[in-house]
């Protein structure tokens, strides 16, 4: 059994501009989703701005990347982005699942069909997802603007390590 142990929130209006992520917006507290609010964790998401056609596995020269500097200069031009969720670090409860879910502009859900579920024998609190993405709008529209000021969410989801649990499974049959 997994359930949502919290959601970190990115702001990411400076995708817009074709930037990389900055040290300081890579590391964001992850927060349960249950009042009261607590921080449960954090989560390194990192953006990296690509040129138009890079798949983002093979090496590129930063000066193909446009600079932009007003906003509406994106408009009708191809935005190439990888995005890379590295991992989860100092998680409130111990783990032997995890993953990581998020919501782009098109509307699909990514992660849960990209990576498989991280599983960990022994539990931990730090799990690595190493994902990455490519994320490509052809021709960015004002909407593909609005999106990027939107606040940016991913959800963590976890089962639970039960530490002296040799095993047993936590359900309604389980009579401990």
Not at 27 to 50: F, R
Request: aromatic letters at 14%; a negative charge.
């Amino acid at each position: 059994h997994e359930f949502q142990l919290g959601t970190a929130i990115f702001f990411i209006e400076f995708l817009a501009y074709n930037f990389d992520s900055e040290e300081d917006d890579k590391d964001q507290v992850i927060s349960n989703v249950v009042s009261p609010h607590q921080d449960v964790g954090n989560l390194e998401v990192t953006w990296s701005a690509l040129p138009p056609g890079n798949d983002g596995d093979t090496d590129f020269d930063a000066s193909l990347v446009e600079e932009i500097t007003e906003v509406e200069d994106l408009l009708g031009k191809t935005w190439n982005y990888k995005i890379e969720i590295k991992g989860a670090h100092n998680l409130a409860e111990s783990c032997v699942r995890a993953r990581c879910v998020y919501q782009f502009f098109d509307g699909e859900s990514y992660t849960d069909y990209n990576t498989e579920t991280l599983e960990f024998d022994d539990g931990t609190e730090h799990p690595d997802f190493n994902y990455s993405f490519v994320h490509t709008v052809e021709k960015v529209t004002q909407e593909f603007i609005d999106f990027l000021k939107e606040p940016f969410h991913v959800n963590v989801f976890i089962k639970p390590h039960i530490s002296g649990g040799n095993g047993a499974v936590i359900d309604t049959k389980n009579t401990a």
